[in-house]
């Protein structure tokens, strides 16, 4: 049967989850293709905060890898706006020219940062907090700067500060109300969130009013109506948020604040619907996930039905906030603020420094806000969505006093099953029960995959911790970290029974080791082709369906889906006969970029997918493994020829270690680099094994990192010839090969094991002999990706021919 074609436009969390809806109830019924402006696959906006903060990385925020889409056969183009849309022909068109026709479209554009019309706001320096660039931009800002001032006392605001404050940067919260999170607190807890932070270090400024912004090209401060001035090398505006509908205006939609739907999501114009920030339903337009995953449950819901409309469809969510600073307990839902028919319950405990407000009318929970304690929060909601009448409950049963709450009792124990345990993902304690009962789970991360609770914000992980301890009767704590949802078993766990077991093919381990699923998932794959390569690198054939994208067509693919290719040059040393075929080859092909790299090689950008194995004849050179989980570079100074300071060969030195270790597979990229003086050229500090010449010896770093998660390299040896310093890497490499986890970085490695521990792995001479064995057996089998394409049509065809390797991103 003809596939009907969806098409979404907007990459973010609302689109994203209602495809996941979608392929859930009906995998095989839509052809789908997805436009994202931003240049990343579908990640945790709300996480945002936490890579602010210095809780997470901005790779651990994916929610949804470029694999995913891939696997679910899902055309996407990321780094691509929609310009247009006909309505008539059912055709949407891209700023980079694409079009595409649809039977069913959806609108998840989201919104814009408000961005306060003041003189001065478009100096540089002077930016929103919504997504990666921002969050990168302020990280680095931090680097050069000290004076921040955050525009915008709201959940965002504070979120903001505080990542700020973690930066180091001093930071002022500019206000207009004259309480903080007046949009959903009430003037107590405000006032109380307020002495909160500023014991952590934030000052504030109320009742505000900005009038410009000033600077030359870049702002220097802030200057009040009432005259006053505030000095800031950084302005981040936080004050709320604008549906983005300028297109679905465009295309004739009904749009009011936002775009207008009904209860089935369905805009004004057939087989058109729109999903989160960007969609208005009974006049509300929603700013937090919980309501919009629930929007597009509904839309998924109503489009696999064929447009039957099954009752009751979206019927509009109670909304609730939790700020995510830590220290701080904040909840507040509803309608909190005093009114004429409502009535409230307090309590405030100012020795604790704990406030508790529950706000009833006709008997029923409308609105609460907490402060210090949060506990109440999940029965409160569930009162609340239910609409339970309270008129025979006594007020101490609505908000329990400390003592008769806490009976020793654990939370999850007293809450129902109809209680919810994750309100971003309506996720009951019932539903994670049943799914850790049913299913075996033993992990939150494995409840994460099955359940979707602590997906989101995460605010729920200690919930969802304390209630698989109490189901499974084990510390939650105690419990390993699992390979991914697939499997309860270890990264150690896998590697250790592939060596013990005896286990050749991917296939094989997931049958033998009882994975749950029935081929893994993107986590898995690679990580047990790994550890199978590894156990057997002579007879192994790598599993290329169970590798990255990138590493499967030994490319780097671009936010437009062409292609970078980088080819090796050995220790950043290359010759005319080089240059001229690199220039040959960027005319022929018309390459739009040409650009020296911060490993000392040059990358060829914008080359299309087909092109690639011309592109490879034509260099006539070697994989450089931009793309690889493997040996990169090895960056080198000038050293001892040249250079007057130098009193070593780092370059000769560099290009043996290059040509050693060259497409040795690793558990993730390996960066090196020669200096040959403590003067540093090449920036030894801060790669993976970073080698730097002293008088008479080579000092050898190791767990060095130059990117997300700066890292200084730690002093490892002292060796005194190059035959030395290429038995300490050899030993040290087959060391990290064999002992860290698939995806860990040498620096992540050595902070979780310590240096001391591998510096005692490698003192025994026979276990460093035996190491330096087993990787050399390993370089035996390496051979270039490139020429081995190019030497098989079989490969060109199927990698790079067909068309149904449709994922351009
Ligand atoms: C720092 C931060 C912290 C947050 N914390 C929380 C929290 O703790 N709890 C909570 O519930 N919510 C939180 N939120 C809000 C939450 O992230 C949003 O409500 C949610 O991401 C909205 O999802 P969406 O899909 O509607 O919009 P978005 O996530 O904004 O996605 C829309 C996407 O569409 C793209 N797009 C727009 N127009 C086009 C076009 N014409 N063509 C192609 N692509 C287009 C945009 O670039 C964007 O990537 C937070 C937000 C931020 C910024
Ligand atoms: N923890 C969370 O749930 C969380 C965290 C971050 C963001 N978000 C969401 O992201 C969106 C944006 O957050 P937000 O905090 O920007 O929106 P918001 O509307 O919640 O808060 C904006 C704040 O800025 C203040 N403000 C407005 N104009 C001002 C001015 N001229 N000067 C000083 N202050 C001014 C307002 O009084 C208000 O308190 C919202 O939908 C929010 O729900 C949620
Ligand atoms: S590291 Fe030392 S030897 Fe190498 S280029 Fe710099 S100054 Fe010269
Ligand atoms: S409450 Fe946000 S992820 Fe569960």
């Given at each position: ?289 919980a309501p919009?995953?629930e ?21 509009g969510s109670i909304v609730y ?12 839902a509803g309608r ?29 929970v409308i609105g ?13 909601l569930t009162?609340m969505r239910n609409g ?35 309100g ?386």
């Amino acid at each position: 049967m003809l596939k009907q074609k969806i098409i979404l436009i907007g990459n973010g969390m609302a689109g994203v989850r209602t495809l996941e809806e979608i392929i859930k109830k009906d995998p095989n019924k839509f052809e789908i293709t997805v436009f994202g402006e931003e240049p990343h696959p579908n990640y945790n906006r709300i996480l945002l905060s936490s890579v602010l903060q210095g809780d997470a990385s901005i790779d651990s925020i994916v929610l949804n890898s470029y694999e995913w889409y891939e696997e679910n056969q899902i055309e996407l183009f990321t780094g691509d706006t929609v310009v247009k849309v006909d309505t008539k022909s059912q055709t949407v068109i891209s700023q980079n020219g694409i079009s595409r026709h649809y039977d069913q479209l959806i609108f998840a554009t989201g919104s814009n940062p408000f961005m306060l019309p003041l003189p001065g706001a478009d100096k540089e320096g002077v930016i929103a907090f919504r997504n990666i660039k921002d969050c990168e931009t302020m990280i680095d800002t931090a680097k050069n700067y000290k004076k921040a001032a955050v525009i915008g006392g709201g959940l965002l605001g504070l979120e903001a500060a505080r990542g700020l404050l973690n930066l180091d940067m001093e930071v002022e919260v500019i206000h207009i109300a004259d309480y903080l999170m007046e949009r959903q607190l009430d003037d107590q807890a405000g006032r109380m969130l307020k002495e909160e932070l500023e014991e952590q270090g934030m000052k504030f400024r109320l009742n505000a009013h900005t009038e410009r912004l000033t600077g030359k090209k870049r702002v220097d401060g802030v200057l009040f109506k009432d005259g006053s001035k505030l000095d800031a090398d950084l302005v981040v505006m936080a004050v709320g948020i604008k549906p983005n509908v300028a297109l679905a205006k465009e295309a004739g939609l009904e749009t009011n604040r936002a775009i207008v739907v009904n209860d089935y999501m369905q805009t004004s114009v057939q087989n058109v619907y729109a999903v989160g920030e960007c969609a208005e339903h009974s006049g509300i337009v929603y700013g937090l996930v919980a309501p919009l995953y629930e929007q597009g449950k509904a839309l998924a819901e109503h489009i696999c039905a064929n447009d039957t409309l099954i009752e009751p469809g979206y019927q509009g969510s109670i909304v609730y906030t939790q700020l995510k600073v830590s220290g701080v307990d904040v909840f507040s839902a509803g309608r909190f603020q005093d009114g004429e028919k409502t009535k409230s319950i307090r309590v405030h405990d100012e020795f604790e420094g704990i406030f508790k407000k529950v706000v009833v009318e006709d008997n029923k929970v409308i609105g609460a806000v907490l402060f210090g304690d949060t506990s109440d929060s999940p029965r409160l909601l569930t009162m609340m969505r239910n609409g339970q009448d309270i008129s025979k409950m006594s007020k101490v049963a609505i908000l329990p006093s400390e003592n008769e709450s806490d009976e020793k009792e654990s939370v999850v124990v007293a809450m129902a099953d109809s209680e919810t345990i994750c309100g971003c993902n309506g996720v009951s304690k019932g539903d994670i029960v049943k799914a850790i009962n049913e299913q075996g789970l033993t992990t939150v991360d494995q409840v994460k995959a099955c359940t979707n609770a602590s997906r989101s914000c995460g605010g729920c992980k200690p919930l969802v911790a304390e209630l698989l301890s109490v189901t499974t009767g084990e510390e939650a704590s105690s419990q390993k970290e699992p390979i991914c949802g697939c499997s309860d078993l270890s990264h150690e766990e896998v590697a250790a029974e592939i060596r013990d077991k005896g286990l050749n093919y991917v296939r094989e381990v997931m049958n033998v080791l009882g994975w749950t699923t029935e081929n893994g998932c993107s986590k898995c794959r690679p990580a047990v082709n790994y550890y199978l390569g590894l156990n057997n690198p002579i007879e192994y054939e790598d599993d290329s369906t169970s590798k990255f994208v990138n590493e499967r067509l030994h490319a780097n693919i671009q936010n437009d889906g062409t292609f970078s290719v980088v080819p090796r040059m050995y220790g950043g040393v290359t010759n005319s006969e080089q240059l001229r075929k690199i220039a040959d080859v960027a005319d022929k092909y018309q390459v739009p970029l040409l650009k020296v790299t911060g490993g000392q090689r040059i990358d060829l950008l914008g080359i299309a997918k087909e092109d690639l194995p011309k592109v490879w004849t034509d260099l006539g050179m070697r994989s450089g493994y931009a793309y690889g989980k493997s040996i990169r570079t090895v960056k080198t100074c000038v050293g001892e020829n040249f250079c007057r300071f130098g009193t070593q060969d780092s370059i000769g030195l560099g290009i043996q270690i290059e040509k050693k270790y060259e497409g040795l597979s690793t558990p993730h990229k390996v960066k090196m680099a020669v200096s040959a003086c403590p003067r540093n050229c090449a920036e030894s500090g801060i790669k993976d094994i970073g080698i730097v010449g002293v008088e008479g010896a080579w000092e050898i770093y190791v767990g060095g990192n130059g990117g997300v998660d700066l890292r200084s390299a730690e002093l490892f040896a002292k060796v005194h010839t190059d035959q030395e310093v290429l038995d300490t890497i050899s030993s040290f490499l087959q060391f990290y090969r064999e002992d860290a986890r698939y995806l860990e970085r040498t620096s992540h490695w050595v902070e979780r094991v310590g240096l001391d521990h591998i510096k005692k792995a490698l003192e025994n001479e026979e276990k460093r002999a035996q190491l330096i064995e087993r990787v050399e057996l390993a370089l035996t089998k390496q051979q270039d990706p490139w020429s081995d394409v190019l030497e098989s049509k079989d490969k060109q065809e199927s990698l790079y021919e067909k068309k149904e390797v449709e994922v351009t991103n």
